[in-house]
């Protein structure tokens, strides 16, 4: 019985690698996704044509963290638009493009976060 303990640990052991290895493609992915939903969503204003093309995404990964920055790009055209449209104004509702596409992406994202982790510790 102690054998198999051992043999499970040392399974076990390799996990973390695994995950390191597994997980930014899941996050760019997921960036992705948001991006291309939050671009559609936010096409056909008129009042902001070039807008939905300033939505990028950036990704960080380092050993503790994968991390991923959806939205305008204020250095894009129109990108500075982003708050206002987003978040609206006084006068103007707010559109929640980006809140829309994140809200269809999370349960696809935890899905594949699930899934690569189980492929972690599995081997």
């Known amino acids: 019985m102690y054998a198999e303990f051992e043999a499970l640990a040392a399974e076990l052991a390799g996990a973390p690698e695994r995950l390191a290895a597994l997980v ?11 991006k291309n939903d939050w671009r559609a969503n ?3 204003n008129a009042h902001a044509p ?4 300033s939505i990028t ?9 994968v991390e991923a920055e959806i939205g305008p790009d204020k250095d ?11 978040f609206g104004t006084s006068k103007n509702p707010p559109h929640n493009d980006g809140g829309r596409a994140l809200a269809v992406e999370e ?6 976060c699930e ?8 081997g």
Not at 24 to 34: E, F, R, W, Y
Not at 115 to 122: S, T
């Open 50 to 53: 070039h807008y939905p093309a």
């Open 24 to 34: 930014p493609p899941v996050v760019s992915k997921g960036a992705l996704n948001i």
């Open 76 to 86: 894009k055209k129109q990108g500075a638009l982003g708050n206002i449209l987003e």
């Open 57 to 65: 995404y950036d990704m960080d990964v380092r050993a503790d963290a």
């Open 107 to 112: 349960p696809k994202f935890i899905a594949a």
């Open 115 to 122: 899934a690569v982790a189980e492929q972690a510790l599995l």
């Open 42 to 44: 936010a096409s056909g």
